[in-house]
């Protein structure tokens, strides 16, 4: 074992007297990465304490658990939880296949013009600015926006704040993210189909498969490992809504169906100077999109042969 140790350490010195370039190029960006997310990482003890910055936080009175026993026995918790739920649910459902689908129809377009002008029209959104797009959106689904007109005129019925109904909100909501992300979240799979092997398709031709059992037989596997892992990572990050849309989005009249963790934690946080509730709230949310990570990845092992690890 000794003897392993010492071979490993002669490896190890070896390899970066010849790749020293190498290791130095690398340097900063672990620098960087050990100031910036790692040495913060100890502000989470704040969860565990009563914190007030003139004390700092080894002078704060610690107090467990108790932060986040407030969290739960408060009235906004379930309204919270369920929110951010729905929200969450409601974009990956939507949000996950239609990428896979606008790819897979992409893919079948042999008209390059055609399919390059789909291509930047369905990239644009991404590029506007949350803010714009928010700014956009109150507009559109304001009184007499255009959006609110039409539906008016179409539906004979009386304009009214789109935006400012709670049961419309969580529509607007996941359609306008589909709208902003949709296109550019079909790059990484319109980059899978491409490394798929020409030679297989021309073999499922010569053994009379048409469009429907290509796409079946040959592309879907050929692009299964890139699904399931960005899957995985959809799941673990299930909780972690788009809370900065949100807090652009939503008002006291939409609290019911568009308050979640997130914006919960801003108000308490920042607007109420509530630091270590906040920071209990937010280290829950983590955790659990940690645990779900771990599911996913778990499950997807036990079910397929692909995995994160």
């Known amino acids: 074992m000794v003897e392993k140790k010492i071979k490993l350490n002669q490896i ?18 672990i620098v960087l990465l050990f100031v910036f997310s790692y040495i913060p990482m100890y ?8 914190y007030r910055p003139y004390l700092g936080f080894f002078g704060s009175e610690w107090v467990g658990l108790q932060h986040f026993r407030d969290f739960f026995a408060s009235v906004f918790a379930w309204r919270l939880i369920r929110n951010t739920l729905v929200l ?54 304001s009184f007499e926006g255009v959006i609110t007109q039409i539906i008016s005129q179409f539906l004979n019925v009386e304009p009214t704040n789109l935006l400012g109904d709670p049961a419309n909100f ?9 709208w902003q992300h949709v296109g550019w ?10 490394n798929v092997d020409q030679q297989l398709y021309d073999s499922a031709k010569i053994d009379g498969a048409g469009r429907m059992k290509q796409l079946r037989y040959v592309t879907l596997p050929g692009i299964t490992p890139t699904i399931i892992v960005l899957m995985i990572l959809n799941v673990g990050s299930l909780l972690a809504i788009n809370d900065s849309k949100i807090l652009l989005l939503y008002s ?11 914006t919960y934690v801003y108000r308490r ?21 940690f645990l779900l990570l771990v599911f996913a990845n778990w499950f997807s092992r036990k079910t397929t042969e692909h995995s994160l690890w």
């Open 12 to 29: 190890l010195r070896l390899d970066m007297a010849r790749n020293y370039q190498a290791y130095l190029m690398v340097l900063p960006a």
């Open 43 to 50: 502000g989470i003890t704040i969860a565990f304490t009563k």
């Open 88 to 141: 969450s649910i409601y974009s990956f459902l939507f949000g996950f296949p239609l990428p896979i689908i606008l790819a897979l129809t992409l893919n079948e377009i042999k008209n390059r013009v055609f399919k390059r002008v789909t291509q930047t029209i369905s990239y644009m959104p991404y590029f506007i600015s949350t803010v714009v797009i928010c700014g956009m959106m109150r507009e559109f689904f």
């Open 170 to 178: 969580r529509t607007i909501f996941v359609a306008s993210s589909l």
């Open 185 to 194: 979240d079909s790059i990484i799979f319109l980059a899978a189909l491409s």
């Open 252 to 262: 006291p009249m939409t609290y019911e169906t568009a308050d979640v963790i997130g």
């Open 269 to 289: 946080g920042i607007r109420q100077s509530d630091y270590s509730f906040a920071t209990a709230v937010g280290l829950m949310n983590t955790v659990v999109n």
